[in-house]
């Protein structure tokens, strides 16, 4: 409904400007309005329409509000802009084709002067349209079809393929009515209602359709000048009998080659020329379907004289001979006729003739009875033949003669091809599109939202009308074996509908002639620019050299492909052959202009708002199934080439393309799909068979918002192979309105490694106060419903033991417990660098698997998903398990063997035999150090200098001997060597020796003190466990322990890492994995 707007005006509080003042800024302003509308580009790399609703940066900011009474809103004006401004720039909005080089090269001039479009629906839809859809097949084929497959199968035909466009045109009307749809027509509408993908794909089609339709209209022009004009002009001639046709295919190409560059000159000459013959070509056509209509309407009372010739029922071809009769009488003499010398091997009347000539009467008859004759009843009925077949007429008495005669060389009219219904829709189809023509020219209506409706709607309604009464006409009119003879043969060459025709044959002979040549040049010109303007779109970057043209904006190299592309149809040579490769292109377009519409119909979507109120999402969708179903009738094996075609340009452009966010219907479809997914898919854990590692994938970040370990990525992808969920998370230390451009400057970094790494997944970057909290959130936070991840893979943090670096293993002690009690599972990559990239391949090489404690079946599961991908294809991967002193060895073995054959895994199996023995020296030794210096660092609050001091003191300690020298010695190191402060002398005299006299007592607790024995047997495990593994797996190309879990007691985590780095130790790559506590792998189906 109309909404009434009220325009209040504000007064100003401030001083009245004076009016030169006034009109001195209203004019520097309107100049600097200018320069900022020519300057203003696209920021983000994406080709838009120009919108007035797009706020353009370049804007003087300071002349966008006056005075005082918006100063509230001020700070938001660049953004948010006056309703006066708005409304300023909709009523100065000019829709110009998008990014074409002639409206930015004149943009000045054009604002000064801005060209009105004053086309309305009559002139610039109506005849458009019309021009296009009737054409070629209506005067060179529709009397064939009629004939062949009868009036009432032909009436199918037609109804069917003129519902097909009707459907289209009101889902073609929505589109176009829902917002302004810039000069671009079918393409930018499917494009932006569908997404790049599909519109590329579209458009492309399109674009092959309408070329096609060139060569197609080429191919026709050709046919009406060497059959019905001038028949001499043929370069091949048939020098033996049988070669017609083969002459004619080669006279099509030679002429059809000339006929092309002619055209391509004229269309690189002057264009405007092409449009301005336009309406001359239209009248042609127009003039010719009054001269049908009133050449039946005088059959009624006066019939045309055109005889036919039978001899038998067949027809004879009147091309040979002038007397239908075997022989004449003259001056009470009989003589033979010409055509008894084409039957018989002499002009004397006791020759051998053939057998069907001698036995049959040559009879005449009208091929053109009149409406009145009920010769209707007759052409009901379809009369398919075979190639080669002899066109005859029914219920017309016939004496068969001997079957050895040869057919050849009598004047007979043969059928060129096989008839059969799907076929006769194939080549009826290209004769009804044309639909398209309002909409292409969008740009120049003075309504487009009103007029393409309208005039596209009425155009089809018209044609239908003259299509359906036309066949109707044609078979209450016409003699069946006239129908059926497709060039006229038995009526002297003319061409069959012409002989309808009022007042002469030639009307509809010059009238066809020029309208086929009008639209082959259309064609040409239409053709390009829809290449043009995909070039220009830059989503199929393979095309975008198309995209330029002559500095007037001419798509010159558009041209020269297109005619490539027409030559090619000439080639073909048969307009037969032609029309159903054409009508597959046109029928994918349309199907996909019904979907676009029945998409955004049933999505709902905000912006959905069409002007067209007649349509619906079901009469969208019958029209997109009628389209399909009208594909594979007409030649289910070009069908499935144009399908073909279609998806690889869209897997192209989705690989390849440049990225658009047009806000396309596929878009909003892909939301609700996945809506609806996440809804049904239940948020517990998943059954066991379905389970896979959607990893959390915990990123570190340099100060450039760089990642630092890109071979994580590469060993997700390896992991993944593009299946399943993947996160990649990342902290940022800070408040996030202080971090707003670093967050998205790290979630770009993020996103382009990814994309390098082909590593398939979502980004999410946290902004957190403290680094511990950040990965806390993201570990609980991160997914969505039943998309959550359950394995956090992270790198292993080398700098743990460096001082500066304190915090680095508690982060990663917590992040071990959060994983725990998330009843997530857990991969770290220790020496994450040394991991293979995704364009390495591992020739030979073990994956050695280390099942120490059994923890659901991550570590079986994980080497088979690596082994998927190319890189570690070739690898073997290698089971150990550890047996300790009560254990069978060799049962265990057995065991663990047939536990993988019902795993249905490929690996070799080895028990490993860990002999129990005395805690070694270096155990305890290495025990002993690691305690002292965990003691040391929380005794002592050191600055980084004697730390480091302190940590080469600890390793002096226990490499030397425990002296008292030694001691002493490195207590005298330890002392401070100055302390700043502003105390008194006394006051710092009493401290020094305070601090001295605790240092002293401390490092003598500190080296009498004993290890703890718990700390000892872990230790000694860690050190037994690893030389173990080294011996077996230190050559292997990755190593998968079981990763221990950290210690309940808090005060023992540091000790943690070092029982880590002790069990890892010499391993080049290690992947520690921790499961989640239930199963994971199963060896039920």
């Known amino acids: 409904m109309p909404t009434s ?26 100049e600097e309005e200018e320069d900022g509308e020519r300057d203003r580009g ?176 080429i191919l026709g022009t050709i046919e009406i000048l060497l059959t019905y004009i001038s028949p001499s002009a043929a370069i091949f001639k048939a020098e033996e009998v049988g070669e017609e046709t083969e002459a004619m295919l080669n006279n099509m190409r030679v002429y059809g080659t000339c006929i092309i560059i002619l055209m391509a000159v004229v269309v690189f000459v002057g264009v405007k020329y092409v449009n301005k013959l336009a309406l001359v070509f239209l009248a042609c056509v127009i003039l010719s379907i009054i001269a049908i209509y009133a050449g039946v309407i005088k059959t009624a009372f006066d019939p045309p004289d055109f005889p036919i010739c039978l001899l038998g029922n067949r027809t004879l071809s009147k091309r040979n001979f002038d007397v239908c009769a075997k022989f004449i009488e003259s001056n009470n003499e009989t003589k033979t006729t010409s055509l008894w010398r084409l039957f018989c091997d002499s002009s004397l009347l006791n020759a051998t003739c053939d057998d069907y000539f001698t036995l049959n009467n040559v009879t005449e008859i009208q091929g053109i009875p009149g409406i009145m004759s009920g010769v209707l009843t007759d052409n009901l009925w379809s009369t398919y033949s075979e190639k080669g077949s002899i066109v005859e007429k029914k219920h017309q008495p016939s004496v068969a003669g001997s079957e050895e005669t040869k057919l050849g060389g009598l ?37 487009a939202q009103k007029s393409i409706p309208t005039g596209t709607i009425l155009a089809i309604s018209t044609t239908s009308f003259i299509y359906l009464s036309c066949i109707v006409l044609f078979g209450a009119c016409i003699e069946g074996v006239i129908l059926r003879d497709k060039f006229g043969e038995a009526v002297n060459g003319n061409l069959v ?36 303007a995909i070039a220009r779109d830059g989503i199929v970057p393979f095309i975008q050299v198309f995209g330029h043209g002559k500095a007037n904006g001419e798509p010159t190299w558009a041209l020269l492909l297109t005619a490539g592309i027409c030559e090619i149809g000439i080639l073909i040579a048969s307009l037969d052959s032609v029309a159903p490769i054409l009508s597959m292109f046109f029928l994918m377009c349309y199907m996909f202009v019904n979907l676009a519409c029945a998409v955004q119909t049933l999505l709902r979507t905000p912006n959905w708002r069409p002007r067209f109120k007649f349509y619906h999402w ?7 199934s009628l389209c399909l179903a009208l594909m594979f009738i007409c030649s289910w094996y070009y069908a499935l080439i144009a399908m073909l075609i279609a998806g690889c340009i869209y897997k192209y452009i989705e690989y390849r393309g440049a990225e658009k966010e047009w806000g396309d219907g596929i878009r909003g479809l892909s939301l609700n799909a996945a809506r609806y997914a996440l809804l049904r898919v239940e948020d517990g854990p998943p059954h066991t068979k379905n389970w896979r590692p959607q990893l959390l994938v915990l ?32 902290v940022l230390q800070g408040i996030y309105l202080d971090k707003c451009s670093e967050t998205q400057k790290a979630e770009e970094n993020v996103k382009a490694l990814m994309g390098v790494e082909k590593t398939k997944g979502f980004c999410q970057i946290v902004v957190s106060p403290n680094f511990r909290d950040g990965i806390s959130y993201l570990i609980q936070s991160a997914g969505l419903g039943g998309m959550k991840h359950n394995t956090v893979l992270m790198a292993w943090p080398q700098s743990w033991k460096q001082t500066e670096n304190r915090f680095s293993w508690k982060n990663f002690v917590d992040t071990v417990r959060e994983t725990t009690a998330a009843q997530q599972a857990l991969l770290v990559a220790k020496n994450i660098d040394l991991f293979p990239t995704n ?74 035999e860990m002999l129990e023995n005395d805690i070694s020296a270096f155990t305890y030794e290495k025990t002993l150090m ?51 402060m502003t105390w008194t002398k006394e006051k710092f005299v009493a401290e020094k020796h305070k601090t001295k006299d605790s240092n002293v007592s401390g490092f003598k607790d500190i080296f009498n003190m004993k290890p703890n024995q718990s700390n000892v047997r872990r230790m000694h495990t860690a050190v037994k466990l690893n030389g173990v593994v080294l011996n077996k797996s230190q050559h292997a190309q990755l190593v998968l322990l079981n990763m221990p879990g950290p210690p309940k007691n808090r005060k023992g985590d540091e000790n943690y890492m070092e029982f880590l780095e002790v069990l890892t130790e010499g391993l080049d790559r290690v992947l520690l994995v921790r499961g989640s506590g239930r199963e994971v792998i199963t060896i039920y189906s």
């Open 839 to 912: 364009q390495e391949r591992f020739t030979e090489g073990n994956i050695d698997v280390w099942w120490i404690v059994h923890d659901g079946g991550m570590l079986m599961l994980l080497p088979f998903l690596l082994r998927q991908h190319k890189v570690w294809r070739k690898c073997k991967m290698r089971i150990f398990t550890v047996a300790q002193m009560d254990d069978n060895s060799i049962q265990m073995k057995k065991d663990l063997q047939m536990f993988l054959y019902h795993l249905r895994l490929n690996a070799e199996v080895e028990v490993v």
């Open 618 to 624: 079901t009469l969208s969708f019958l029209g997109m």
């Open 497 to 532: 509908v012409g002989t309808l025709a009022w007042p002469s044959p030639w009307v509809i002979v010059i009238g066809s002639f020029f309208s086929t040549c009008g639209a082959g040049l259309q064609s040409l010109t239409g053709a390009p620019r829809l290449l043009q």
């Open 699 to 730: 990123l570190n970040l340099d100060s450039e918002q760089l990642v630092k370990h890109p071979r994580l990525l590469s060993f997700t992808s390896q992991l993944k192979a593009g299946k399943g969920l993947t996160i990649v998370g990342s």
């Open 411 to 447: 004047p007979y009219v043969f059928t060129d091809i096989m008839t059969y219904f799907t076929m006769l829709v194939g080549i009826y189809f290209p004769s009804v599109t044309g639909i398209m023509a309002g909409s292409n020219r969008s740009g120049d209506l003075k309504d």
């Open 5 to 30: 707007f009220t325009v209040v005006p504000v007064e100003a509080q401030g001083e009245e400007r004076a009016p030169a003042e006034r009109d001195g800024q209203r004019q520097e302003e309107e």
């Open 42 to 217: 696209s920021g983000d790399g994406i080709a838009r329409e120009s919108s007035p609703f797009i706020n353009s940066a370049e804007m003087d900011r300071g002349n966008m509000y006056e005075g005082k009474n918006m100063a509230l809103f001020e700070e938001e004006m660049d953004s948010n802009p006056m309703v006066s401004s708005l409304l300023n720039k909709l009523a100065n909005y000019t829709n110009l084709t998008q990014g074409v080089v002639e409206h930015e090269a004149d943009e000045d001039s054009k604002r000064k002067e801005v060209k009105v479009p004053r086309m309305g629906t009559f002139i610039g839809v109506y005849l458009p349209c019309l021009q296009n859809i009737l054409g070629v097949i209506l005067f060179l084929r529709l009397t064939w079809i009629v004939g062949t497959a009868g009036v009432l199968e032909s009436f199918i035909i037609v109804f069917m393929c003129c519902a097909c466009t009707m459907l289209t045109a009101i889902s073609m009307s929505a589109i176009a009515t829902n917002g302004v749809v810039p000069a671009g027509g079918s393409y930018y509408m499917i494009s932006r209602s569908l997404g790049p993908e599909f519109g590329g794909a579209v458009g492309l089609c399109f674009y092959l359709g309408t070329t096609f339709a060139g060569a197609m209209y």
């Open 930 to 980: 690691m305690e002292q210096r965990s003691q040391m660092l929380k005794q002592m609050q050191l600055s980084k200098n004697e730390r480091e001091r302190e940590a080469q003191l600890i390793h002096d300690r226990n490499t030397a001997s425990h002296s008292a020298p030694a001691v002493k010695a490195s207590v005298a190191a330890a002392l401070p060597e100055k302390v700043q």
